[in-house]
């Protein structure tokens, strides 16, 4: 059964603090997305992390791929009020015929960044 | 911007009741997907729609719900005879292609109260 651990559950900062988030697996995945859904909506995708050790920026939020494509990491530097949310990685299902289709969920990071 | 929309956002039904949810994906997607997240736990997939037919289903997705796209733009997902378990978040998703490195895009979801 593939699965998604993330960590910590929660955590909440100062405005200015670095955080890092992880999201960690025993199983491979071609890829994997990371998501922030606020609360009462759908989430909505941040970035998809496609190649083992691949680095991707989105402006203070810095995302990584692990070298095994097992493990996923979200750095925000610099966390602004703006930044308060559920984040949440997720992976393509696979079974022994292949990619189900379909996208496996962690249970998410709620961050809470006080001003 | 182009975007899912998910009829109603919040729906209270009696036990035993059947109850459709609605969903108009984005118009040039050809896969469609349900997700639901009961409160406090992850985002979980149930059904993947693709040509008219189920592509994917999970364990979730028993003899109780039904999915269907009757005219060409709305999706549904029905549920026969509801239980309160059946109490959750509801969202529809759809994406261009197979789901793997391509964007789904979600909803804003229908809360589903069952009482």
């Known amino acids: 059964t593939q699965l998604l651990e993330q960590s910590p559950q929660f955590l909440s900062i100062q405005e200015g603090e670095n955080l890092t988030v992880y999201c960690n697996s025993s199983s491979v995945f071609s890829s994997l997305q990371w998501y922030r859904q606020e609360p009462g909506e759908g989430p909505v995708l941040l970035v998809t992390v496609v190649t083992g050790g691949e680095v991707k920026k989105l402006k203070r939020l810095t995302f990584q791929f692990g070298d095994a494509r097992k493990d996923s990491s979200l750095h925000i530097t610099a966390a602004q009020p703006g930044d308060t949310g559920l984040y949440l990685c997720?992976?393509?299902?696979?079974?022994?015929?292949?990619?189900?289709?379909?996208?496996?969920f962690g249970k998410g990071t709620k961050l809470s960044v006080k001003p | 911007e182009p975007e899912v929309t998910q009829t109603p956002s919040h729906q209270v039904t009696q036990m035993g009741q059947e109850v459709i949810l609605r969903c108009v994906p984005i118009?040039?997607?050809?896969?469609f997907y349900w997700y639901r997240q009961i409160l406090g736990q992850k985002v979980e997939f149930l059904v993947s729609f693709y040509n008219n037919e189920i592509s994917e289903k999970s364990e979730i997705f028993d003899d109780q719900f039904s999915v269907e796209r009757p005219d060409g733009s709305n999706f549904t997902l029905k549920i026969r005879s509801t239980k309160l378990e059946d109490s959750a978040m509801y969202f529809c998703?759809?994406?261009?292609?197979?789901?793997?490195?391509?964007?789904?895009?979600f909803g804003q979801g229908t809360r589903l109260t069952v009482v």
């Open positions: 998703a759809s994406s261009e292609s197979r789901v793997s490195n391509t964007e789904a895009f």
């Open positions: 118009s040039n997607h050809l896969y």
């Open positions: 997720a992976g393509e299902g696979r079974n022994y015929g292949g990619s189900q289709g379909n996208l496996i």
